[in-house]
C-alpha cells in the first residue's frame, strides 16, 4: 500500500485469495499505529498451505546401489589391511595368499583355451606387468624408486638367485615328467629353512623343520614320482599321464632341477633380508622385474621365435601378470614378516587346492595316496597356525 492511501485513511491487506482488501479509518492516529503492523505482515513472505508443503525428495536407487557397493569395496579393503599387517598372523596370511593366486592362475590356464606362446614370451610379458604395477606401487606411496644404499646389494642378489632358478626350473619343466619337477620345485621350503639358519642365523625348532618334512611327504603321496634303474625316470602317478624319459638329459635335468630348488630356497632368504633392510617388501618384486624383463626380452628374441598373440591371449596374460604381481607382493610381505622356517609351510596349501580342483574340474580320480597326502600337509599346516607365528616387530608400511 502506499503512503498517500495510509494519510487518507485507506489501510489494505492481502487476503488468502491474493486479492487487496481496503478498510476505512477515519482516525488518522489510529490508521498511524496499524499501518506500520500491516507493512510488516505484508513483508513477510506468504504462509504455507496444504498445496505447497514440499515432501522429502525419495533418493534414487543408483545412490543406495553406489553406497552398497562403496561399503563393500571398505569392507574388502579392512580385511586386505588386516592381512597385510593388522594381525600376528600377517605373515602366515600374506602367504596363505600368495598360494591362493598362484592357484588361481593355474586355474585361469585350465579353463581358458588360449593361443600357444613361447615360454619366454610369456615370461618376458609377466615380468613387464609385474615391473610397471611395483612402478606404480611405489609412486603411489611416495617411496623413492631406489632403495637405501644397504638393501642394494641384497636386491640384486636376489633378483640374480630369483632368474637363474627361473630359468633352471624351466629346463627341468621342459626335460622332465611334470610331477617329478614339481615335487623337485616343493623341496625350496626345506632348502630355505636350512638357507635362514646358515645365513640369517635363524633359530631353527625340531617342530618347524618336521611340520615342513610332513608336508613334504605329502606332497610326495600326491604326486608319486617314481626313480627307474639305468638313469630313467618314469611317472607312476594317475593325475597326469604316464610319462618316460629317457636319454643322457635326463641326469641333467634333475640336477637342474635340485639347483633351482636351491637357489630359490637362497633367494626367500634375500628376499626376508633385503625387504627388512629396505623397509618395504615391493623393492623387492621392483627389483626383480628391472633384471628379468630385459633378460627375458633377449631370451625370447634369441632363444625361441617370437609368436605374435591374439587379443584374448595378450588379454589373459595380462591378467596372469597382474596376479602374478599380487602373488610376488604377498610372499615378500610374509618372508619379511614371519620366519622363513614357518611361514614357507604355508606354500604347500597349494597343492591341496590344486589337487581339488583337478579332482572336481578335470575330473581325476580320488586315490587313497593323495587323500593321505592331503590329510598330511593339512595336519602340518594346522600346527603351524596352532603353535603360532614368531613375528618380529616390524613397522613397513
Not at 505447497?52 to 562403496?70: D, G, M
Not at 643322457?248 to 630359490?264: D, W
Not at 591378467?319 to 607382493?329: D, K, N, R, S, T
Request: charge should be neutral.
Amino acid at each position: 500500500m502506499a503512503l498517500e492511501d495510509v494519510a487518507n485513511g485507506e489501510i489494505g491487506g492481502r487476503g488468502n485469495g491474493g486479492g487487496v482488501h481496503v478498510v476505512q479509518v477515519n482516525d488518522s492516529e489510529v490508521a498511524g499505529e496499524i499501518s506500520p503492523l500491516l507493512v510488516e505482515v505484508r513483508d513477510e513472505p506468504p504462509k504455507m498451505t496444504i498445496f505447497s508443503v514440499s515432501y522429502a525428495r525419495k533418493r534414487p536407487p543408483k545412490e543406495t546401489n553406489l553406497t552398497l557397493v562403496e561399503a563393500e569395496v571398505n569392507f574388502l579393503s579392512q580385511i586386505c589391511m588386516w592381512t597385510w599387517g593388522g594381525s600376528k598372523y600377517s605373515g602366515l596370511l600374506c602367504m596363505a595368499s600368495s598360494s591362493t593366486i598362484y592357484y588361481i592362475m593355474e586355474v585361469l590356464l585350465d579353463i581358458f583355451p588360449v593361443q600357444t606362446v613361447p615360454l619366454f614370451e610369456s615370461v618376458f610379458t609377466r615380468c613387464t606387468v609385474i615391473l610397471i604395477l611395483s612402478f606404480l606401487w611405489l609412486r603411489k606411496v611416495g617411496h623413492p624408486l631406489f632403495p637405501p644404499k644397504h638393501a642394494r646389494n641384497l636386491l640384486i642378489l636376489r633378483s640374480l638367485s630369483g632368474f637363474i632358478s627361473l630359468m633352471s626350473f624351466i629346463y627341468s619343466v621342459k626335460n622332465l615328467p611334470l610331477s617329478y619337477a614339481i615335487c623337485l620345485n616343493f623341496a625350496t621350503p626345506i632348502v630355505a629353512s636350512i638357507g635362514a639358519k646358515v645365513i640369517l642365523q635363524e633359530k631353527l625348532a625340531f617342530s618347524d623343520i618336521g611340520g615342513l618334512s610332513l608336508s613334504y611327504l605329502g606332497v610326495l603321496f600326491v604326486f608319486k614320482p617314481t626313480v627307474l634303474t639305468q638313469g630313467n625316470i618314469a611317472e607312476a602317478g594317475d593325475m597326469f599321464n604316464e610319462v618316460l624319459v629317457t636319454g643322457g638329459q635326463t641326469i641333467y635335468a634333475v640336477l637342474l632341477g635340485l639347483f633351482s630348488s636351491f637357489l630359490n630356497g637362497i633367494c626367500y632368504c634375500f628376499i626376508r633380508a633385503a625387504a627388512k633392510a629396505a623397509d618395504h617388501p615391493v623393492y623387492t618384486v621392483f627389483s626383480f622385474g628391472l633384471m628379468v624383463t630385459p633378460l627375458s626380452a633377449i631370451c625370447t628374441l634369441t632363444l625361441q621365435k617370437f609368436v605374435l598373440p591374439n587379443i584374448f591371449t595378450f588379454f589373459l596374460m595380462v591378467v596372469l601378470g597382474v596376479l602374478a604381481f599380487l602373488a610376488e607382493i604377498s610372499l615378500a610381505r610374509g618372508l619379511q614378516l614371519e620366519k622363513i622356517c614357518k611361514v614357507t609351510n604355508m606354500i604347500y596349501l597349494q597343492v591341496i587346492l590344486s589337487l581339488a580342483w583337478s579332482v572336481s574340474y578335470l575330473g581325476a580320480p580320488v586315490s587313497f595316496n593323495k587323500l593321505i597326502g592331503c590329510l598330511l600337509i593339512l595336519g602340518s599346516i594346522c600346527c603351524t597356525l596352532y603353535f603360532g607365528p614368531e613375528r618380529e616387530p616390524n613397522n613397513a608400511s
